[in-house]
């Protein structure tokens, strides 16, 4: 026996069982709904170049200064677990020449994301997203079905969300207010904390986002930055708006959100829950990246979506998914008796009608308990004189009623009774 025991790492959790249930249900109706909304799903590599991120995501956060799992190859690349996904996108626009496709390119993607930060509720260091994103054309109607589509996410999940929105400008009007929220910072600077007065040096943008209270007091006399838009970016953040009340999709207006990553330009938004106001994901324009990444000048947007977040709102809204429907429960006895289970099991199988079944035990009772545990609605029981008479016994298991068909006909049987 070896005398250690392993644990899963800190911020790491195992999936399964009800859990797993929660999570299927999730990425199912996230794959549906993107599809509809005629985005279609990218896979990229866990990890990528260190630079890649650096480049994107911004020197001055909190996710390249603290959280970054980083590491050095033995041929010596600097390679990093993927912290987000709107990076590797873009990369991958950028490497298969997806301009030449007709645009905008649409993607949706579902899996593991990586942050070394402070274990917390809510918070781990591995977590999962789905996220989308429109490249290739500049248009608030992009920005606007980006959100509708994730609200029809959330809307098929019963999960009532709020999204937050703001616009952040672009080149034009952002260094204007930057310097004129610098100054205003400046003048505060006592009341802020002590990170805050870092950032105030490396971007004023990323104090607004701070959670801290003394900031936030502070925050609350700031410029705002859509009282600073230029004429274009006014234009476009009015668009998106209409078009989002002519869907008649709720939002709120919040002058104060800038998402905490650098790359972000124009609409910006996060997603809450209505009631505890749980933060579930965010996204935006950011029209910069595929030229800051090495591409051609191309507008994008995007979102994503945490799903560990989002089960633990449907499980604070009491919103249960839905167990598999499996209804049927096949019991055997006797040596000929579990051949022929086997082969029936996968008649079902090729039915498309989903069997429960204890081939690895022998007695019927601790096989009629595992039928009775798990609801099954049937069981079948084939014994030793079923199968010399070609036979099996369908048992209902509400009322205890049983009675006895051919054995050819059991699927056909079982499938009119569903
Ligand atoms: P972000 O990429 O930081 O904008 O995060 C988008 C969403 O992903 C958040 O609103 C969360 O739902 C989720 N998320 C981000 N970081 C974590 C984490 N460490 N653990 C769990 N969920 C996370």
């Given at each position: 026996m070896a005398d250690q025991s392993f644990q899963k790492p800190t911020g790491t959790q195992d999936i399964h069982g009800r859990y797993q249930d929660y999570f299927w249900k999730i990425e199912k109706v996230s794959r549906a709904v993107s599809k509809q909304y005629n985005f279609e799903e990218i896979q990229t590599p866990l990890f990528e170049n260190e630079e890649l991120f650096i480049r994107s995501v911004g020197e001055a956060t909190d996710i390249i200064q603290k959280e970054m799992y980083s590491f050095e190859t033995k041929g010596g690349d600097k390679l990093v677990l993927r912290p987000e996904g709107t990076a590797s996108v873009v990369r991958s626009y950028i490497e298969n020449d997806f301009y030449k496709k007709p645009q905008p390119v649409k993607f949706y993607y579902i899996g593991p994301f990586f942050r070394y930060e402070r274990p917390q509720r809510g918070r781990y260091r591995q977590f999962h997203q789905f996220g989308l994103e429109i490249l290739g054309v500049k248009s608030a109607a992009l920005d606007a079905q980006l959100i509708q589509a994730l609200r029809s996410i959330f809307k098929e999940l019963k999960l009532e969300v709020i999204f937050s929105i703001n616009s952040l400008g672009d080149e034009n009007c952002r260094p204007e207010y930057k310097k004129k929220l610098k100054k205003f910072l400046n003048k505060n600077k006592e009341d802020l904390c002590e990170d805050c007065q870092r950032r105030l040096k490396e971007n004023p943008l990323r104090v607004l986002d701070c959670k801290e209270e003394e900031c936030r007091k502070t925050i609350e006399n700031a410029p705002q930055i859509v009282d600073h838009l230029c004429k274009a970016c006014n234009k476009d953040f009015k668009e998106v708006l209409e078009l989002l009340d002519e869907l008649g999709l709720s939002y709120e207006l919040d002058?104060?959100?800038?998402?905490?990553?650098?790359?972000?330009?124009n609409t910006v938004f996060e997603i809450f829950t209505e009631k505890e106001k749980l933060a579930l994901g965010g996204g935006g324009r950011y029209d910069g990246l595929v030229e800051m990444l090495g591409g051609r000048e191309t507008p994008a947007c995007g979102g994503a979506v945490g799903i560990e977040r989002v089960i633990e709102a449907m499980k604070k809204a009491k919103i249960k998914p839905e167990k598999e429907d499996k209804r049927v429960f096949l019991a055997q006895l006797g040596d000929s008796a579990k051949k022929r289970a086997f082969r029936l099991f996968e008649e079902f199988r090729e039915a498309e009608i989903p069997v429960y079944e204890?081939?690895?035990?022998?007695s019927l009772k601790s096989q009629m308990a595992r039928a009775d545990k798990v609801g099954a609605e049937f069981t079948l029981i084939l014994g030793r004189q079923e199968c010399i008479k070609n036979e099996i016994i369908i048992r209902e298991m509400k009322t205890g009623k049983q009675e006895t068909v051919s054995l050819d006909k059991v699927v056909e049987e079982i499938k009119e009774r569903l």
């Open positions: 002058p104060f959100l800038v998402r905490g990553l650098d790359y972000y330009t204890t081939m690895g035990r022998d």
